[in-house]
């Protein structure tokens, strides 16, 4: 049974910095279709950063440069670090891999 559990979501200011964690019972992480959405209130589920079929990265319209995944092969994880965190970028962010989703992880930025 494939699970995906997120993690490292939290409270912080306007500017600051969070790192997610992905971590994946029942699979192995190829870094290929898989990556990070994000649901903002309000708003449908979005794309953030992704590995595409082919391992290129593709990135939602409104990271502009400030988010990246990296995956960690060694442990089976995929991270998603964000910097230069605004307050639009207030949501639930999920992992996704090969057609399974976690729960979620609640970022909130105050202004």
């Known amino acids: 049974q494939v699970q995906l559990v997120e993690s490292g979501g939290g409270l912080v200011q306007a500017g600051g910095r969070l790192r997610l964690t992905c971590a994946a019972s029942?699979?192995?992480?190829?870094?290929?279709?898989m990556g990070w959405y994000r649901q903002s209130p309000g708003k449908q589920r979005e794309l953030v950063a992704l590995?595409?079929?082919?391992?290129?990265?593709k990135y939602g319209d409104f990271v502009k440069g400030r988010f990246i995944p990296v995956g960690d092969r060694e442990r089976n994880l995929m991270y998603l670090r964000m910097d230069r965190l605004e307050p639009e970028d207030t949501g639930v962010y999920y992992c996704?891999?090969?057609?399974?989703w976690g729960e979620g992880t609640l970022v909130t930025v105050s202004s």
């Open positions: 029942g699979m192995i992480f190829s870094f290929t279709d």
């Open positions: 996704h891999a090969r057609g399974y």
């Open positions: 590995f595409d079929r082919d391992g290129y990265v």
